[in-house]
């Protein structure tokens, strides 16, 4: 009976980090979404970066200065 009851607390606890790791993975993806900038392609080398690094020049996006030139 100690056995089975171990492997019956086990597989519940195991259970549960599962369930919490599945529930929390969207949440902390919409987190990232609204809290962090969203990204922008740099036009001339298209390197991603966040959008409050960005130098945007008549409509165009640019990673750095030297890019901007
Ligand atoms: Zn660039």
């Known amino acids: 009976m ?3 009851k171990l492997i019956i607390i086990v597989l519940l ?3 549960g980090f599962w369930l919490l790791k ?3 993975k969207p949440a902390d993806r ?4 609204s809290s962090i900038n969203k990204m922008l ?3 001339v080398c298209k390197v991603h970066f966040p959008e409050n690094e960005a130098i945007i020049q008549n409509n165009k996006v640019y990673c750095s200065k030297e890019h901007l030139e």
């Not at 919409?30 to 979404?33: A, E, N, R, T």
């Open 2 to 4: 100690g056995v089975v």
């Open 13 to 15: 606890v195991w259970t």
């Open 22 to 24: 599945k529930f929390k």
């Open 30 to 33: 919409l987190d990232q979404k």
């Open 41 to 43: 392609a740099c036009s």
